[in-house]
């Protein structure tokens, strides 16, 4: 969405795959438009309609959770299991995030921040960048005021505990690395997926579209250099982002790797139905030997359990195999090799192999060795070999006035770099969960879930004091906790941390000109 109204309202979300720093809660659809004031009313919806996980999955699996982990403020994710798996193991893992400067830091980009600093902290390289193309494509800026905003972020990235020293900071246009893997990106995209989805039609300008590519290429950037798992802290708003750099990660590689049973190829839903016949014969079989389920056996038990279902089609391919065995195989796709790598692959498979024009069906591998053996054999051949990019999905916050958190609502949110007074004035002025009257919050507990001011406490204020925070929610619901002195109390947390946070600030400041960055932009005429 490029209209004014909504690149007014998305101010506070920034937009493109940087993070939103707070956007709005309350909404009634789901929609998650990467350039829009994004609104999610039901979290839950988005696990049914986009196919995003809940993070409870896999928080047993995660070492040393953060507070945004544990809250549930993290509440999604796509395919982190890597990420967790690595940080377990003390394998390479990578992190990424960045920024578009369109306006001063503020609480909502601090989450960014944090969950970039946690990932670093749990040994990942970290990676923070500044998204000043897509800003000056997108939104207009001029490079004075980009240069002026990423000044003012990096000072608040350096103060919340990012280390420059042990990990990457850019700017898009100043990394002729990231823009070489952009333009290669650009070859496998097409404007039609970038219509579908993102909207974009013949009003759309070319710089807009070329961000999109460059945010595909911040996504992949991590791997450069080798192939390894990558997570990226995102709001729900970005996913279409995720998805359309995983597609893209899969469509550069050289080889695929899928299950397969037989000769011919069979797309995922046949492939399950396949397993099933086959599964099934040989256990009512008791066969030792795989070829005593043929193709023909297993397209006669497809008619007679699945008739009418979508697997016609297989049952065709299986009629036309015949006495084929069927056989549990492992099967490399050439999708982008040259002559040279998939030559190099056929010699690389060890064990029973069966080559084809198009693939080779290896009988001796599982799903994990093979996809080593592919990756493997791309970097040695040339080729990225990308690993598909994980994400994690914090929720929205709420504005202070309530409704949607907006920059051009300097009360509906708080910079990092408003006064300490002025932070503590906007907390006392922010709505609340809290009923009519004193008397009817005792009797009936405040609305702690609908507060913003709990959201504070929850986001930032208690810190990693898992117990505080529960004591705020559970005093609230159970009538104990009034708003004005939950207020005051978290009026006074806020002007605490941000006087620490803008000291903090200072001190880093000298840093600054240590960095491994541009903050003057090349491209400024004035």
């Given at each position: 969405?490029?209209?004014?109204?909504?690149?007014?309202?998305?101010?506070?979300?920034?937009?493109?795959?940087?993070?939103?720093?707070?956007?709005?809660?309350?909404?009634?659809?789901?929609?998650?438009?990467?350039?829009?004031?994004?609104?999610?009313?039901?979290?839950?919806?988005?696990?049914?309609?986009?196919?995003?996980?809940?993070?409870?999955?896999?928080?047993?699996?995660?070492?040393?959770?953060?507070?945004?982990?544990?809250?549930?403020?993290?509440?999604?994710?796509?395919?982190?299991?890597?990420?967790?798996?690595?940080?377990?193991?003390?394998?390479?893992f990578a992190v990424l995030s960045g920024w578009m400067p369109t306006g001063d830091p503020h609480i909502g980009h601090k989450l960014m921040i944090?969950?970039?600093?946690?990932?670093?902290?749990?040994?990942?390289?970290?990676?923070?960048?500044?998204?000043?193309?897509?800003?000056?494509?997108?939104?207009?800026?001029?490079?004075?005021?980009?240069?002026?905003?990423?000044?003012?972020?990096?000072?608040?990235?350096?103060?919340?505990?990012?280390?420059?020293?042990?990990?990457?900071?850019?700017?898009?246009?100043?990394?002729?690395?990231?823009?070489?893997?952009?333009?290669?990106?650009?070859?496998?995209?097409?404007?039609?997926?970038?219509?579908?989805?993102?909207?974009?039609?013949?009003?759309?300008?070319?710089?807009?579209?070329?961000?999109?590519?460059?945010?595909?290429?911040?996504?992949?950037?991590?791997?450069?250099?080798?192939?390894?798992?990558?997570?990226?802290?995102?709001?729900?708003?970005?996913?279409?982002?995720?998805?359309?750099?995983?597609?893209?990660?899969?469509?550069?590689?050289?080889?695929?790797?899928?299950?397969?049973?037989?000769?011919?190829?069979?797309?995922?839903?046949?492939?399950?139905?396949?397993?099933?016949?086959?599964?099934?014969?040989?256990?009512?079989?008791?066969?030792?030997?795989?070829?005593?389920?043929?193709?023909?056996?297993?397209?006669?038990?497809?008619?007679?359990?699945?008739?009418?279902?979508?697997?016609?089609?297989?049952?065709?391919?299986?009629?036309?195999?015949?006495?084929?065995?069927?056989?549990?195989?492992?099967?490399?796709?050439?999708?982008?090799?040259?002559?040279?790598?998939?030559?190099?692959?056929?010699?690389?498979?060890?064990?029973?192999?069966?080559?084809?024009?198009?693939?080779?069906?290896?009988?001796?591998?599982?799903?994990?060795?093979?996809?080593?053996?592919?990756?493997?054999?791309?970097?040695?051949?040339?080729?990225?070999?990308?690993?598909?990019?994980?994400?994690?999905?914090?929720?929205?916050?709420?504005?202070?006035?309530?409704?949607?958190?907006?920059?051009?609502?300097?009360?509906?949110?708080?910079?990092?770099?408003?006064?300490?007074?002025?932070?503590?004035?906007?907390?006392?002025?922010?709505?609340?969960?809290?009923?009519?009257?004193?008397?009817?919050?005792?009797?009936?507990?405040?609305?702690?879930?609908?507060?913003?001011?709990?959201?504070?406490?929850?986001?930032?204020?208690?810190?990693?004091?898992?117990?505080?925070?529960?004591?705020?929610?559970?005093?609230?619901?159970?009538?104990?906790?009034?708003?004005?002195?939950?207020?005051?109390?978290?009026?006074?947390?806020?002007?605490?941390?941000?006087?620490?946070?803008?000291?903090?600030?200072?001190?880093?400041?000298?840093?600054?000109?240590?960095?491994?960055?541009?903050?003057?932009?090349?491209?400024?005429?004035?």
């Amino acid at each position: 969405m490029t209209d004014d109204d909504h690149r007014d309202e998305g101010d506070a979300s920034q937009s493109g795959l940087y993070t939103d720093g707070g956007s709005t809660a309350g909404a009634d659809d789901v929609t998650l438009d990467p350039w829009g004031s994004a609104t999610v009313s039901d979290y839950r919806k988005l696990f049914k309609q986009f196919g995003i996980e809940a993070f409870d999955t896999v928080l047993p699996e995660t070492p040393n959770p953060h507070y945004l982990m544990r809250r549930g403020v993290i509440f999604g994710h796509r395919d982190y299991e890597p990420i967790a798996r690595a940080m377990r193991e003390d394998e390479p893992f990578a992190v990424l995030s960045g920024w578009m400067p369109t306006g001063d830091p503020h609480i909502g980009h601090k989450l960014m921040i944090d969950e970039i600093v946690y990932h670093q902290e749990q040994g990942g390289d970290a990676h923070a960048l500044v998204a000043d193309l897509e800003a000056n494509a997108a939104r207009g800026l001029t490079w004075a005021e980009i240069d002026e905003h990423t000044r003012e972020y990096l000072l608040s990235l350096l103060a919340l505990g990012f280390d420059p020293e042990d990990g990457e900071l850019y700017r898009q246009s100043g990394n002729r690395r990231l823009q070489d893997l952009a333009f290669e990106l650009g070859a496998a995209a097409n404007f039609s997926e970038m219509q579908a989805l993102y909207g974009f039609d013949g009003e759309t300008n070319v710089s807009h579209m070329q961000s999109v590519v460059t945010q595909m290429a911040d996504i992949l950037y991590p791997q450069l250099d080798e192939p390894k798992p990558t997570v990226i802290p995102v709001g729900p708003d970005q996913d279409p982002h995720m998805r359309f750099a995983r597609d893209l990660a899969a469509r550069t590689r050289f080889f695929g790797v899928t299950e397969a049973y037989a000769s011919f190829e069979a797309d995922p839903e046949e492939r399950v139905l396949v397993r099933e016949a086959y599964e099934t014969l040989r256990e009512q079989a008791d066969a030792d030997d795989a070829s005593d389920v043929r193709c023909g056996d297993a397209a006669d038990y497809l008619r007679e359990h699945h008739a009418g279902e979508a697997g016609a089609s297989v049952v065709d391919k299986l009629d036309n195999a015949g006495m084929e065995p069927v056989r549990p195989r492992v099967r490399f796709l050439d999708r982008n090799a040259t002559d040279a790598a998939f030559e190099a692959l056929i010699n690389a498979v060890e064990g029973e192999k069966r080559v084809f024009k198009g693939h080779v069906d290896a009988f001796d591998l599982d799903r994990t060795e093979a996809e080593e053996l592919a990756r493997e054999v791309e970097v040695d051949h040339g080729g990225y070999g990308f690993v598909a990019p994980s994400s994690i999905y914090h929720r929205f916050m709420t504005g202070l006035t309530g409704g949607k958190m907006s920059s051009s609502v300097p009360a509906s949110h708080i910079s990092l770099l408003d006064d300490p007074e002025e932070g503590y004035e906007k907390v006392k002025a922010a709505t609340t969960g809290g009923r009519e009257t004193a008397e009817k919050q005792r009797e009936l507990g405040g609305e702690a879930d609908e507060c913003p001011v709990y959201e504070l406490y929850t986001y930032l204020l208690a810190g990693e004091d898992d117990e505080f925070a529960t004591e705020v929610y559970e005093e609230c619901v159970g009538g104990e906790r009034l708003c004005g002195g939950c207020k005051e109390q978290a009026a006074e947390l806020m002007r605490e941390f941000l006087a620490d946070h803008q000291e903090k600030r200072e001190e880093v400041r000298p840093m600054l000109e240590e960095l491994d960055i541009e903050i003057d932009s090349p491209r400024r005429r004035d």
